[in-house]
Nanobody, 122 residues
Framework: QVQLVESGGGLVQAGDSLRLSCAAS????????MGWFRQILGKERESVAT????????SYADSVKGRFTISRDNAKNTMYLQMISLKPEDTAVYYC???????????????WGQGTQVTVSS
């Protein structure tokens, strides 16, 4: 099992940038594909980006492609989501997850963080 803690959310204006972090504890982080999800109020949680266990492969939802970058530092047991050119429609609670199965942007989550709120004002 992996314990995950997100940080870095906040209130920003449209066009701004944010970097989210996901700190993991537990040895299984290094060998696990990971993903970032978001849940917009009133909608289902959706995967926005996934990354392979060694960071060599990444995938993105069409809605964030070109604006979001997922990365990881296995030496620090940390995953990141760099977000640029933020839009009001990016407002959501963002969650990191350990994937028990990963195929492109599809991530079957086995462990979740508690989430961090990102609010983008227009």
């Amino acid at each position: 099992q992996v314990q995950l803690v997100e940080s870095g959310g906040g209130l920003v204006q449209a066009g701004d940038s944010l970097r989210l972090s996901c700190a993991a504890s537990g040895r299984t982080f290094i060998g696990a594909p990971m993903g970032w999800f978001r849940q917009i109020l009133g909608k289902e949680r959706e995967s926005v980006a996934t990354i392979s266990s060694n960071g060599g492969s990444t995938s993105y939802a069409d809605s964030v492609k070109g604006r979001f970058t997922i990365s990881r530092d296995n030496a620090k047991n940390t995953m990141y989501l760099q977000m640029i050119s933020l839009k009001p429609e990016d407002t959501a609670v963002y969650y990191c997850a350990r994937c028990t199965f990963r195929s492109n942007v599809d991530c079957r989550a086995g462990d979740w963080g508690q989430g961090t709120q990102v609010t983008v004002s227009s």
